[in-house]
């Protein structure tokens, strides 16, 4: 018998791994696995503070919201800014791929490096099967790095959190405001702290 399950064939019991140290990841050592090809990208995996954490499936809403924000937010956005979706952004201890960035510049400027904190003015993820972690962990890690405004699309209660005023204290990371908008709200984008325009949230949604 299996020595997870217990004798007279009752239920699976877990027995937990050993307490042993576990290895965390520089962003440097993260690049070099990927150079290596010992990551590719058919991986689903991203760094989070120091950490592989395995990115989930996206379903057919997921994945429309994303398509839908980045086209609405390309329409609005001042000379000297693009989106991107669903690419790395490079931080102290973590490179996520944010559902959808607003980055300066243009795309050619970065042939050498992924766009770091200071390229961004807005950070969108969306949010179903992820949202705990995007409220947690995920907001965490952009405030720590002091990306200005974070856009979290909750699918599951049709809305959008949008965080501002990035803060470390005491070694917490967090943001002084949040926003909620609902149907028929409409989202303020926010460049460098002057409204480039507003979104509907209708149109952002499935």
Request: charged share 25%; hydrophobic share 40%; glycine share 6%.
């Amino acid at each position: 018998m299996s020595a997870i399950i217990a004798q007279h064939s009752q239920a699976p019991r877990f027995i937990p791994g050993p307490a042993l140290p576990i290895w965390r990841l520089s962003v440097s050592q993260y690049h070099g696995m990927i150079e290596a090809g010992i990551l590719t990208e058919d991986d689903p995996v991203e760094l989070l503070e120091g950490w592989l954490v395995t990115k989930m499936p996206k379903n057919p809403p997921h994945r429309l919201s994303t398509q839908l924000t980045r086209e609405a937010l390309a329409g609005i956005l001042p000379v000297g800014w693009y989106v991107d979706a669903q690419e790395p952004i490079t931080l102290s201890d973590s490179e996520p791929e944010p559902d959808v960035v607003v980055v300066r510049g243009q795309r050619r400027d970065y042939t050498e490096r992924h766009p770091g904190a200071g390229d961004l003015a807005l950070v969108v993820e969306v949010a179903d099967a992820t949202l705990q972690r995007d409220r947690t962990l995920k907001k965490q890690l952009y405030a720590r790095a002091g990306i200005p405004t974070y856009w979290l699309i909750d699918l599951t209660n049709h809305q959008i959190e949008v965080y501002t005023e990035p803060f470390v204290d005491a070694g917490q990371a967090d943001y002084r405001c949040i926003q909620n908008y609902r149907r028929p709200d409409l989202v303020p984008v926010l460049i460098e702290g002057r409204e480039a325009g507003q979104l509907a949230l209708h149109d952002l949604l499935p």
